[in-house]
């Protein structure tokens, strides 16, 4: 890990997030500790190629996530799992080793516990998880992670026009249907339906 204090990678976390919360506090945590047990020390330098981060909800705690280790969905090196689960898993692509850390559930009990004293349980959850012992915060499972190919970071592997509406695909998210070259979006229904064509 880098030779940052964890109260300056909070700073720099909450700077970008935008407030402090629980949550940026336990995605801190939990960004040093997955870097601690791959022993990348400079994420966002010398070690940069070597993290890919898998995070598995898209609430508070990814941001920190971010700001910790320098990944980033731009840089193909942060990818969203949509599980709900506030866990990541961390990469070593050079070393093909994953770990994947889950935030436990205990850990509220713990914060009342600990700061009794404070009322407000997102307050208490924030100084508890400062102070909080990782084995308290966290379980840790060595896993097995495959990156295919065309989820690398890197240049595009390919780049192809949809035969429905004319986008351009990249890194082989094109889907051949009917002896078509289609986007995702004419092949399955997209998340939006057109109402107007935009101008050219």
């Not at 993290?51 to 609430?59: G, N, S, T």
């Not at 592997?157 to 351009?168: A, P």
Request: charged share 30%; glycine share 8%.
């Amino acid at each position: 890990m880098s030779n940052k204090t964890f109260d300056q990678l909070l700073k720099e976390s909450v700077a970008i997030h935008g407030h402090l919360c629980p949550g940026q506090v336990l995605g801190v945590r939990l960004a040093m500790h997955g870097l601690d047990l791959l022993g990348i020390e400079d994420p966002k330098g010398k070690d940069r190629k070597r993290l890919m981060v898998f995070v598995e909800i898209d609430r508070c705690a990814t941001d920190a996530i971010q700001s910790v280790t320098g990944c980033s969905l731009g840089k193909r090196t942060l990818k969203w799992m949509d599980y709900g689960v506030m866990a990541a898993t961390f990469l070593d692509l050079e070393k093909g080793k994953a770990v994947r850390i889950v935030a436990r559930e205990e850990a509220r009990e713990i914060a009342a516990q600990k700061f009794p004293e404070i009322e407000n349980k997102y307050k208490r959850q924030l100084e508890a998880y400062k102070v909080m012992d990782d084995s308290e915060l966290f379980s840790v499972h060595e896993v097995k992670v495959e990156v295919p190919e065309a989820d690398m970071p890197g240049r595009p592997g390919r780049r192809v026009q949809c035969q429905e509406c004319g986008d351009w695909v990249q890194d082989y998210r094109d889907v051949q249907r009917d002896g078509k070259t289609l986007c995702r979006a004419c092949a399955h229904g997209g998340y939006y339906q057109v109402i107007s064509k935009g101008r050219s």
